[in-house]
């Protein structure tokens, strides 16, 4: 009976199994195998050993019972799915070392190996190979927000979004920029929190599985890049973010920029999304007005001033024929004139957070074309 169950799955495995990353792949050959053979013996470590001397070592201890031992590093919990029945190909397989993944579980990305391995015990290796059955999940993932104000294309962005990513959630019509992301902050559950303004059109390879270092979840707001559609400018500018979960609740500082007024601000070069503000005359003006403000009025603490100078400049001059191109030139001419004016004034800095305070300065920028 066993000889036969074996021959059909023998059959099925490779109309089964498919290449994946990382993804821990659970074939009806995979489920069989648990039933049928034995699984090597675990040996359990207090540290991960990634030494191949010291593996084998370790392993060579049960050469008399076994030609291979598990190796687990005892502080991971390991994947209840895990095929510990696992065997390599033939013998040539059984003299590798063979390493597992943990991985992202929002991506399947792996960020470490070595947590589980499977060790030869005769004491030679012919090197690691590195196996795709996923061995533990890593567990520092964060919430993602998109937030939102009135925007038209809000919930069709939101819905994109949900599509990839099943957890995000929605901040919608919180009236004041900062009462939105510390609404973001009160909804969030994990120490750090992604933010999407509602205009960010993601891209594919973009995937929220950045892990910080422990050292830095308290007091370190990353932000990437995004491409602007009218300038081509490639920077922060509406780009995704990831706060601390701590500065979202204590937003309320002087500061008219809550992402670069952080303790310690980190840019990241990587593109997460193109920032698509140019939709109508009003919402172009006035994220050019905004941007340029800040710029003006070196806002940022962390700024190279040669750099910032250099994207201002950009920004007041350059339309490369985006939609609502010449409100875009306006609102950041007018931006840059306003941020230089009231550069040491913070009560007139903090208006650009305000949106009914900008829409009347649109309104009185038209009238005076």
Not at 72 to 93: A, C, H, K, L, S
Not at 236 to 256: D, N
Not at 355 to 367: I, T
Request: glycine content about 6%; charged content about 25%.
């Amino acid at each position: 009976m066993h000889t036969q169950l074996k021959a059909i799955a023998m059959i099925n495995l490779h109309n089964v199994r498919r290449d994946y990353q990382g993804q821990s792949v659970v074939t009806p050959w995979d489920r069989l195998k648990r039933f049928m053979f034995d699984s090597y013996p675990v040996v359990k470590t207090p540290i991960k050993i990634t030494d191949e001397g010291a593996l084998l070592e370790l392993a060579s201890k049960h050469k008399d019972t076994h030609d291979m031992v598990w190796v687990v590093f005892d502080e991971i919990e390991v994947n209840p799915n895990f095929t510990w029945q696992y065997r390599p190909d033939g013998e040539i397989g059984k003299s590798f070392i063979h390493t597992f993944p943990r991985v992202v579980k929002r991506t399947n990305r792996p960020v470490s190996w070595g947590d589980v391995q499977l060790v030869p015990t005769h004491s030679v290796s012919h090197g690691t190979l590195q196996n795709k059955l996923v061995s533990s999940y890593h567990v520092a993932e964060f919430d993602v927000f998109m937030i939102s104000f009135h925007e038209a294309e809000a919930d069709e962005n939101f819905q994109k979004l949900r599509e990839r990513f099943k957890d995000a959630q929605h901040v919608k019509n919180v009236e004041g920029i900062g009462n939105a992301h510390k609404r973001a902050g009160e909804l969030a559950k994990t120490e750090m929190v992604y933010i999407v303004d509602a205009d960010a059109d993601i891209t594919g390879h973009f995937s929220f599985d950045y892990i910080p270092p422990m050292s830095s979840r308290k007091n370190t707001t990353y932000v990437w890049s995004a491409r602007n559609p009218i300038n081509d400018l490639e920077y922060g500018y509406g780009g995704v973010k990831l706060f601390p979960r701590e500065q979202l609740l204590s937003l309320g500082h002087s500061l008219p920029d809550y992402t670069t007024g952080a303790a310690f601000y980190q840019p990241i070069s990587d593109i997460s999304n193109i920032t698509r503000f140019n939709k109508d005359p009003y919402r172009t003006w006035r994220s050019a007005f905004r941007e340029c403000v800040k710029l003006a009025s070196s806002v940022n603490p962390n700024q190279k001033q040669a750099e910032t100078d250099a994207r201002l400049e950009t920004w007041c001059t350059v339309d490369n024929g985006g939609r609502f191109g010449r409100y875009c030139l306006k609102g950041a001419n007018e931006g840059k004139a306003y941020g230089i004016e009231h550069k040491d004034n913070t009560d007139e800095l903090n208006k650009i957070n305000d949106f009914e305070w900008l829409r009347e300065q649109f309104v009185a920028s038209m009238k005076k074309r």
